[in-house]
């Protein structure tokens, strides 16, 4: 067993895990944040994206014992308050950009690490190319890039195009 500490979602975390533990399987099974979802095991579909230290990873094949001493933001800490969803988040919902949801989590995070990345102007060449990592079963992914197009805006500090 290795003992590994971590902030997730802004929350010291301090756990003994298998050094073959996935962080999507720590997070899921130890934590209880269920958000981040299993769909390949391959790190080819995207639903288990989180960032870690604010860069969006697929969670899937990267080690829990990766993320001793750095800060892990799931899902579930995007809006942590509670009170108000995620400027993306929200986006996803008024642009409908989901349909069954199981992607959604690794869609929006990935969304989010995009616009830290690229800024708040994107075209939809670029959200789609920066979306190569994430597979949706259900939609023509046309409102997921309208989504995270909006998203990217309102993200935007106030008084900034």
Known sequence: ???????????????????????????????????????????QCGACVVHLDGKAVKSCTTLAVMADGHEVVTIEGLAPDGAALHPMQQAFYEHHGLQCGY??????MTAV?????????????????????????????????????AGAKAMAPRGAA
Do not use: W
Request: charged share 20%; proline share 2%; hydrophobic share 35%.
């Open 1 to 43: 067993m290795a003992k590994i500490s971590l902030t997730v979602n802004g929350r010291a975390v301090t756990a003994n895990v298998d050094p073959r533990t996935l962080l999507v399987q720590f997070l899921r099974e130890q934590l209880r944040l269920t958000g981040s979802h299993v769909g390949c095991d391959t790190s």
């Open 103 to 108: 992607c959604t989590p690794g869609m929006i």
């Open 113 to 149: 690490d995009l616009v830290q990345r690229k800024g708040h102007e994107l075209s939809e060449q670029t959200i789609r190319d920066e979306l190569e990592g994430n597979l949706c079963r259900c939609t023509g992914y046309q409102n997921i890039v309208m989504a995270i197009a």
